[in-house]
């Protein structure tokens, strides 16, 4: 590539400086830790955290609180892993992405199912999170209809303007280049992600002060005439899907990190980061959890801000829901940013002298490039129209999670780990790790098959592109 050797020759002639850039001619990074903290705050703590109450109420106080313990242990121990191959195992040389990662640490093959899993997934939750913000948006307008005709009124409001809405901000903010540049969004992101959790756990202990503690079981939901066995298992395996989902972030891990600042060595600045991150979300999902069961007990709504188990103060409903759509505004960016870059870096080594592709155009002060326009609002557009088709929430949650979980989340990492760390097969740590890969594949297998059910179930009975809350 022309490009590549005229960055060469510059650097060998002392043009780039130490200062402005790295070893590899990029430019100089200046994240920190903390930075990387609200990273990965933003990518977990997010619309997940809503169905979490609905989830105790399919798996009761126990199995409940036994499942996000687990998820939330291995996905601290697989990301942990995942740290370590951020550089390349021979050269040492930087994996920019969680996919460059994968091809330099397990080879070609395993590089293309990752392009795909990763890919796909990206694809699903921005698409989720379109239909999650539009509902927050119509929650917002529901609140104050309610508050002014009653909690008896209709106060149905279509989605589809407010995904329009959603899309056409996305859209100025998809010009974003980088996740170098997204830290003020995350930082803003995850203040919000605190914003309405904390206020969902005030209003669920608001609820059980004035109201007590809803009907619970043990188990959740129990078996009788309106709840049979089998329904009862389909939802047990979605509410374990909806779990997964909340723990889903290792796919951009690698990006994460590559934000980071060469001193201290990313892998100890991302290892502190991500125990941080985790950790919190673990409190904050126990408290949501736990508390919104209690509250709710197994009546508890799918989406317990927009479902409205809230009805007053309805100021404080309205604020937890535009808390959402900020939050999810910033998130979608952050989880866009793998499949952006993934197209575009593929785009300029495909046609590296074309200027619509390479070149940068000022414009009002702002640097346009044409391919990251021309792709970045359509791909918002496409994910915005298959969003007014398919307006699911937690079915398609579900599924999410549990294509995501085992693939993205747990086997590339220990994959990534065994290889690097030349880790002798049929050793106690491989057989471990085998063993906690396995028994996640089934969990992910199990609740996709029950996602799927839920999903087929509501496409039956929805028409598209007319969804209202």
């Known amino acids: 590539m022309q490009n590549g050797s005229t960055l060469s020759t510059t650097m060998e002639s002392g043009y780039l400086h130490s200062e402005e850039f790295d070893d590899d001619g990029r430019?100089?990074?200046?994240?920190?830790?903390?930075?990387?903290t609200a990273h990965i705050i933003t990518a977990v703590i997010g619309s997940g955290v809503l169905s979490l109450a609905w989830c105790f109420a399919q798996l009761g106080w126990l199995a409940g609180s036994i499942t996000i313990v687990l998820f939330s242990v291995i996905t601290l121990y697989t990301s942990l892993l995942l740290t370590e191959c951020y550089r390349d195992p021979v050269t040492g040389a930087r994996n920019y992405t969680y996919m460059d990662a994968v091809k330099s640490n397990l080879g070609t093959l395993q590089h293309k199912f990752c392009s795909v899993a990763q890919c796909g997934v990206l694809i699903g939750i921005t698409i989720g999170y379109t239909t999650t913000t539009a509902m927050s948006m119509a929650a917002v307008k529901r609140s104050n209809c309610f508050h002014k005709y009653g909690h008896e009124a209709a106060c149905h409001v279509p989605n589809n303007p407010f995904m329009v809405i959603f899309a056409i901000i996305q859209i100025l903010l998809s010009q974003v280049p980088n996740?170098?540049?997204?830290?003020?969004?995350?930082?803003?992101?995850?203040?919000?992600?605190?914003?309405?959790?904390?206020?969902?756990?005030?209003?669920?202990?608001?609820?059980?002060?004035?109201?007590?503690?809803g009907k619970t079981t043990l188990t959740g939901i129990p078996i009788g005439k309106d709840f049979t066995a089998m329904e009862k298992m389909w939802k047990t395996l979605s509410a374990l899907g909806d779990f997964a989902f909340s723990y889903s972030f290792c796919f951009v891990l690698i990006e994460i990190q590559d934000t980071l600042k060469s001193s201290p060595p990313e892998n100890k600045q991302m290892k502190k980061a991500t125990a941080i991150g985790i950790s919190t979300s673990i409190v904050f999902y126990m408290m949501c959890g736990m508390l919104g069961y209690a509250a709710f007990g197994n009546e508890a709504p799918g989406n317990f801000l927009t479902g409205f188990g809230f009805y007053d103060p309805f100021w404080l409903v309205d604020l937890a829901n535009i808390c959402i759509v900020v939050h999810l505004l910033g998130a979608y960016q952050v989880l866009a940013q793998p499949i952006y870059g993934y197209v575009e870096s593929w785009s300029k080594e495909k046609w590296p002298q074309n200027k619509l592709i390479s070149k940068e155009f000022s414009l009002w002060g702002y640097d346009i490039n044409m391919l990251r326009f021309v792709w970045r609002t359509s791909y918002v557009i496409v994910m915005t129209i298959i969003a007014m088709i398919f307006p699911f929430?937690?079915?398609?949650?579900?599924?999410?999670?549990?294509?995501?979980?085992?693939?993205?989340?747990?086997?590339?990492?220990?994959?990534?780990?065994?290889?690097?760390?030349?880790?002798?097969?049929?050793?106690?740590?491989?057989i471990w790790m085998q063993i906690v890969s396995l028994v996640c594949f089934i969990v992910s297998l199990v609740a996709a098959i029950g996602s799927t059910r839920g999903l087929i179930i509501s496409v039956q009975l929805f028409k598209p592109f007319q969804s209202e809350s």
Do not use: Q
């Open 27 to 36: 430019i100089k990074r200046t994240g920190s830790w903390t930075n990387a």
């Open 393 to 430: 929430f937690n079915d398609f949650v579900g599924l999410l999670g549990a294509c995501t979980f085992w693939p993205l989340s747990v086997y590339f990492p220990l994959e990534m780990y065994i290889s690097r760390a030349k880790i002798r097969k049929y050793s106690f740590t491989w």
């Open 179 to 213: 996740f170098h540049k997204l830290t003020p969004l995350s930082v803003i992101a995850a203040i919000m992600s605190f914003s309405y959790s904390f206020i969902g756990i005030g209003l669920s202990v608001s609820k059980i002060i004035g109201e007590g503690i």
